[in-house]
């Protein structure tokens, strides 16, 4: 079994940046594509980023791409979602997730329904 936290949350103008990160515990990433999903007041629930955790691949929703940036630390078994230029329109609970099937060496989950496991969440509000 293995529990997700996030942290790094908070409030920041628009254009500014916040850095969230995800810490696994009770069992390692490894050959897990993890990512981040994010929901705003009354919207679904929508992938933002993931990374393949054995060879690094990384997919992002156009929305983000070019502004957000996914990383992992295998030595700490954490994972990391570098945000710059926020926008107000950003503004959710932001929840990592991990796949736990082996879906391709170099695939990266992007569906809902492909996580299986989740942090509770993390704020961020962007203020314009």
């Known amino acids: 079994q293995v529990q997700l936290v996030e942290s790094g949350g908070g409030l920041v103008q628009a254009g500014g940046s916040l850095r969230l990160s995800c810490a696994a515990s009770g069992r390692t990433f490894s050959s897990y594509s993890v990512g981040w999903f994010r929901q705003a007041p009354g919207k679904e629930r929508e992938f933002v980023a993931g990374?393949?955790?054995?060879?690094?691949?990384?997919y992002y929703a156009d929305s983000v791409k070019g502004r957000f940036t996914i990383s992992r630390d295998s030595a700490n078994n954490t994972m990391y979602l570098q945000m710059n230029n926020l926008k107000p329109e950003d503004t959710a609970v932001y929840y990592c997730?991990?796949?736990?099937?082996?879906?391709?060496?170099?695939?990266?989950?992007?569906?809902?329904?492909?996580?299986?496991?989740w942090g509770k969440g993390t704020q961020v509000t962007i203020s314009s």
């Open positions: 990374i393949n955790w054995y060879v690094g691949s990384t």
């Open positions: 997730a991990g796949d736990m099937y082996y879906r391709g060496r170099d695939y990266v989950s992007r569906y809902l329904t492909d996580y299986t496991f």
